[in-house]
């Protein structure tokens, strides 16, 4: 199980908070054995999952991903509103 920095934590709540601001649907965040759902306002499930290590999400997270890199990604279901968004700082 990674250890998880009390930094990637808050990278991840303020991009849940991005996410209810824009009015998109949660996101699933996977790395290895654990998951984290950001942006969850409501009952609806969430729309996507990027699945990838932890030390990637950390720098996708803290804007460190071009767009091109965002998209080459795992993604299930569409990444395009999340992409947006994690693009935009």
Known sequence: MAAVSP??????AELGR?????????????FGDQTR????????P?????EAPLDELHAVLSG????EELR???????????IALLASG
């Open 64 to 67: 460190r991903r071009s767009t």
């Open 46 to 50: 969430p729309a996507a999952t990027l």
């Open 72 to 82: 080459a990604l795992r993604w299930i279901g569409n990444p395009e509103p999340y």
């Open 7 to 12: 930094e990637f934590e808050e990278l991840a």
């Open 18 to 30: 991005r996410i209810v601001d824009v009015g998109l649907r949660g996101l699933v965040l996977r």
């Open 37 to 44: 759902i950001v942006g969850v306002a409501d009952r609806m």
